[in-house]
């Protein structure tokens, strides 16, 4: 059974590439939400301002120099959401990979420990098939031992 434990020894490897993986899975799962709460937090402070600006257009009308205040700042906003777009996008990309790593590797665990099962399974078949040939072998002796007699 020497064979088996090399199967544990890369079942051990197996096991901590898994939870290696599992952990930078988790890292860009914290990344993807960072960058995507900052898009969000952005996109709310462009929705909020506009409604503000039409709120106090409604009410008591803007002079044109806040209304060219208010469109840079709506503009820097739009440039800022547009810059953020492709990081929440690599990082979602990079979390669905890692995501699929991650599969990958329990799986590989699986087959592992379903590999070792089958070889303890074989070799409990092989011991008993020994243990019967035994059994069979020393009443064969027995029952030549009792006719000779």
């Known amino acids: 059974m020497s064979a088996l434990s090399t199967y544990h020894k890369l079942l051990d490897l197996r096991e901590q590439e898994k939870n290696s993986t599992y952990h930078k899975y988790q890292q860009a799962i914290l990344h993807f939400e960072e960058i995507a709460t900052q898009l969000y937090e952005l996109l709310k402070q462009k929705e909020d ?18 209304f060219s205040i208010h469109r840079q700042f709506i503009d820097r906003l739009d440039h800022r959401i547009i810059e953020m777009q492709p990081k929440v996008q690599r990082a979602r990309s990079q979390m669905e990979q890692l995501q699929e790593d991650v599969t990958s590797a329990y799986i590989e665990v699986k087959k592992f420990e379903k590999l070792i099962e089958n070889k303890v399974r074989n070799h409990q078949k092989q011991v008993q098939l020994e243990e019967g040939k035994l059994m069979d072998e020393m009443s064969m002796r027995q029952f030549l031992n009792y006719e000779v007699r």
């Open 49 to 66: 301002t506009e409604e503000q600006f039409q709120h106090l257009m409604q009410e008591s009308g803007v002079t044109a120099q806040y």
